[in-house]
T-cell receptor
Framework: ELKVEQNPLFLSMQEGKNYTIYCNYS?????LYWYRQDPGKSLESLFV?????AVKQEGRLMASLDTKARLSTLHITAAVHDLSATYFC???????????FGTGTSLTVIP | GAVVSQHPSWVICKSGTSVKIECRSL??????MFWYRQFPKQSLMLMAT?????????EQGVEKDKFLINHASLTLSTLTVTSAHPEDSSFYIC????????????FGPGTRLTVT
C-alpha cells in the first residue's frame, strides 16, 4: 500500500518568515504533484515535478523532488496571508493513473 | 482548456434517499475518471476508478453497492450514493484523465453532500 505522509500537519507562521513542508512517500515514483486547497474548494494545481532533482518555483513557493529519498519539499519564502490554505502532495502509482494524496498541511499565515 | 465540472455543487438529501453526482470533462475526452471523498480537515481518499464502457474499480473498504458509478461516455461519469446516511455526508471530488496521457489528471470543483 502506498503511503504519503506530510510534515507538519498544521503550520502557523508569521508573515515574512520562511518554512518548508515535507512530503515522504513509500513507493517508487518518478513524479510528484503539489496542490493547494482553499476552504470549501477543490484542488488547485501548483507544481508538477517530473524527475529526480526537479525544482520548480512560482512566486513565494518552491518545490523540489528527490526520488531516491522519496521526498519532496515545498518551501515558502517570506510568507504572506494569501498563502493560507491546505497544501497536498500527491504521488501517482507507477504506470497507473491513480493518485494517492498526502495527509495535507494546513497553513495559516498570521499578519 | 482541460476543464472538469461537477453537478450539483452542493446537495442536501434525507436519510434513505439516493443522490446522483455528475462529473463531466468539458473540453476533452477522458477514458478514466476518479472519484474521491474528503471529510472535513482530512485528505482526499480515492474511492474508485471509473473507466468508460467498463465496470468501476473500487478501493478497499468502499461499498460498490452503495456507491454506484457509471461511465457511459468519454465525457461523463456519475456517482450515485444509494440509501444515503448522515455518515455519507462529505465533499466528493472527481477527476478526469486526459485520454492517452499518463498522469494528466484534472480535478472537478467538488460536490458537498449533506445527509440529514
Amino acid at each position: 500500500e502506498l503511503k504519503v505522509e506530510q510534515n507538519p500537519l498544521f503550520l502557523s507562521m508569521q508573515e515574512g518568515k520562511n518554512y518548508t513542508i515535507y512530503c515522504n512517500y513509500s513507493t517508487t515514483s518518478d513524479r510528484l504533484y503539489w496542490y493547494r486547497q482553499d476552504p470549501g474548494k477543490s484542488l488547485e494545481s501548483l507544481f508538477v515535478l517530473l524527475s529526480n532533482g526537479a525544482v520548480k518555483q512560482e512566486g513565494r513557493l518552491m518545490a523540489s523532488l528527490d526520488t531516491k529519498a522519496r521526498l519532496s519539499t515545498l518551501h515558502i519564502t517570506a510568507a504572506v496571508h494569501d498563502l493560507s490554505a491546505t497544501y497536498f502532495c500527491a504521488v501517482p502509482l507507477p504506470l497507473r493513473n491513480q493518485f494517492y494524496f498526502g495527509t495535507g498541511t494546513s497553513l495559516t499565515v498570521i499578519p | 482548456g482541460a476543464v472538469v465540472s461537477q453537478h450539483p455543487s452542493w446537495v442536501i438529501c434525507k436519510s434513505g434517499t439516493s443522490v446522483k453526482i455528475e462529473c463531466r470533462s468539458l473540453d476533452f475526452q477522458a477514458t478514466t475518471m476518479f472519484w474521491y471523498r474528503q471529510f472535513p480537515k482530512q485528505s482526499l481518499m480515492l474511492m474508485a476508478t471509473s473507466n468508460e464502457g467498463s465496470k468501476a474499480t473500487y478501493e478497499q473498504g468502499v461499498e460498490k453497492d452503495k456507491f454506484l458509478i457509471n461511465h457511459a461516455s468519454l465525457t461523463l461519469s456519475t456517482l450515485t450514493v444509494t440509501s444515503a446516511h448522515p455518515e455519507d455526508s462529505s465533499f466528493y471530488i472527481c477527476s478526469a484523465v486526459l485520454a492517452g496521457v499518463l498522469h494528466e489528471q484534472y480535478f472537478g470543483p467538488g460536490t458537498r453532500l449533506t445527509v440529514t
